[in-house]
């Protein structure tokens, strides 16, 4: 990246006093620096060309067992009598499973392939199993070196098929606690137009708060996720590239737009966090249709208010800094229709296919969006309003925000 | 809800099957088409149909891998040892015991690394008479200290308790065989626990000068394994192998008697017991009497009892028995008497 910036002789420059050994008057600087680049790759790659081939040499080669990981994503119950158990080897060898055993009793079983499971590799395991509707069941993999995987079906039933009655289902779960909301708070828009400058400074701190509380929460969210997620993916280092590279592509992309310098619209601001608000969405209908079909929650009508309650003031924060523009009901529906439909994608792919590494993934997007669009609006903030974020009224809509999303989420069980 | 549940409890009832039941009759057809790849891939009750709700879903998938002790082999295995005479008439009795580590089988495809006697879990049965000379040279090949602790009457210095065997010495124990019984030995050396969970047990019979009824006899140590060392079994079984016995019934002849040399050394979960169906046992604690019994169909025992059960079985077919604690039977220590009729020359 640097380099096309600065060109090659610039780089070669550089090169040549930070690297006495280079042959400075090469007739072909490029090609020298490419292979002085390529080196150490090579000889990394023959390296552990040599390891694989013969294996590591001495101390490496350890006389106790391998540390097995293995890692249950998810447990699906088909039908009444049958479970499905998900597995994936995360571990640096491979990992054999020899038996299983369901709520203390070792029961038949069919694995989908081989028994060894390699580094990186997927089984599903078929258990025939009388599972009990409403009850929690244990299921335990034994390893052949006695090793044991152990995972609980909190509430048995049956995994929702990703037929018409149930993309439906989890469609109107989604409109529920994120569509509706979002444009319940856009309602608020004629409003907002009618509050004076003084004010709109207030509610657009009070979005700040909103998008703090957001963000710290799908940052948790992520990190939560990231402990289930397979060693060999790293959690940890699936949410640092969400959080920091998302913010970073979005400033590239913003920059690359507008240019350096000039100072982001209303409107942009907005889609930014209409964007960030619809990435944290997105991690929470996951979270949502992988609770439900699983059976962590009970989706009754307590959680509902309690989303819509939540996630409303998610509206009012899109419309704060366009509050003064004269946007068209269209952009109005299309910025909504951004902040809310990912929670039906969100909530249809839980349902369906629940992954930790991709609910990590999304919640560290979310929250690394939110971080991107807490910084436009606390630019935006130094521009326009005098004292910025720290004027006694905007740190009153700050911590408004923040307490709003504390109140309301009081009524979001779990 | 709550008022269904008796109903269907009662209908369960009717149906005269064990817990596991419960969902599985509904889904018994459900699950009917599964049946043949049932069989194909584990065959764990000699050709019956794999039903839902049956016991048959309730077993350790495979088969042991060649080389292993085999347990239908251990059942009526035991070492009378090296018969010779002393001066003073009395019968001597040599056995040699090697303590080492080795990786067996626990359940198909389960390894656990077990320390053992002769390569064995659990050690061979050792077996003499009331009277006997008994001399037991005994080297420790293990990485670890061990001994040998008998249950019997014997000097203090016999007692495997005190002197501890460092790995590549050898000791010798020696001592008059009494009572006779059914004993135990274990090693002694601390941490016991894990010196016994690890594999370091087998039995000690010592038989009445005048022996026993004639009968199929069977040696059934009760035994269990901490596969993943987190001080909780995983593995329940009599005579090491999780569900050997009811993959590998026991025949059993009908109308004559068998007898069943039972001893607890599970580690951890220290009471077990054992119950047999479609019959009642004659129960002599420790074989220490004759006549002294109880008639049952269950005893239970605390680690390191042991107990001899006699019975004869008056009708043919499979009968199960198993420990009377559900968790352990479904853990793996339930089996299969095969009962059929005595072939007539």
Known sequence: MRENVEGPGAAGRAEGAAFPYSAPSAPSASGNRLLLGLAPLALLALLVFAFLKVGPLGVFRAAFPPVEELTIERVTLPKAGEMVVHVVNGGPEAVTVAQVQVDDASWLHYVDGERTIGRLERRSIRIPYPWVEGEPHVVRLITSTGLTFDTTIEVATTTPRADARYLTTFALLGVYVGVIPVFLGLLWFPFLRTASRRWLDFFLALTVGLLIFLGVDAFAEALETATRVAGAFQGLGVVLLGVLGTPLALAAIAHRKRGAGKGTSAFHVALLIAIGIGLHNLGEGLAIGAAYSTGAIALGTFLIIGFLLHNTTEGLGILAPIATERPSVGRLVMLGAIAGVPTVLGAWIGAFTYSPLWTTLFFAIGAGAIVQVVWELVKLFARRSEGGLTAPLNVAGLMAGLLIMYVTGLLVPA | ?345
């Open chain 2, 1 to 345: 809800m709550s008022k269904d549940s008796p109903l269907s409890r009662r209908a369960l009832l009717k149906a005269g099957a064990l817990g596991t039941v419960a969902a599985g009759g509904a889904a018994a057809l459900r699950t009917l088409h599964g049946v043949a790849e049932a069989q194909q891939r584990v065959d764990t009750t000699g050709g019956r149909a794999v039903v839902h709700g049956s016991h048959d879903a309730m077993v350790a998938v495979g088969e042991l891998s060649p080389g292993q002790l085999d347990p239908t082999v251990f059942l009526t295995q035991f070492d009378y040892g090296t018969v010779s005479r002393l001066p003073n008439g009395q019968t001597l009795r040599e056995y040699r015991v090697v303590a080492e580590d080795r990786e067996i089988e626990v359940a198909p495809g389960v390894f656990y690394p077990a320390w053992t006697y002769n390569g064995q879990v659990p050690g061979p049965t050792i077996r003499c008479t009331e009277g006997d000379r008994v001399r037991i040279h005994f080297t420790n090949k293990g990485a670890h200290i061990h001994s040998i602790h008998f249950h019997g009457i014997h000097p203090a210095n016999m007692d495997g308790a005190f002197e501890m065997i460092p790995p590549g010495e050898s000791y010798v124990y020696e001592f008059d065989a009494e009572p006779f019984g059914l004993h135990l030995y274990h090693c002694h050396t601390v941490p016991i626990k894990r010196h016994i969970h690890k594999g370091l047990y087998g039995a000690f019979i010592i038989d009445p000068k005048e022996g026993r009824p004639p009968a199929t006899e069977l040696v059934m140590v009760m035994n269990a394994f901490d596969t993943n060392f987190d001080n909780e079994n995983e593995i329940y079984a009599v005579n090491t192998v999780a569900f050997h016995y009811q993959k590998h019934p026991i025949p059993v002849k009908l109308g004559e008697l068998t007898r069943v040399y039972l001893i607890n050394i599970t580690e951890f979960d220290l009471i077990n017991s054992m119950h047999i169906h479609g019959n009642m046992f004659r129960l002599y604690r420790t074989g220490t009497s004759l006549t002294n019994y109880e008639w049952t169909d269950i005893v239970t025992m605390g680690q390191g009892e042991r107990a001899v059960l006699e019975f004869t079985y008056k009708y043919p077919g499979q009968f199960m028995f198993h420990a009377h604690q559900s968790e352990f039977a479904e853990l793996g220590w339930s089996g299969i008497f095969r009962v059929e009729e005595p072939v007539r020359a």
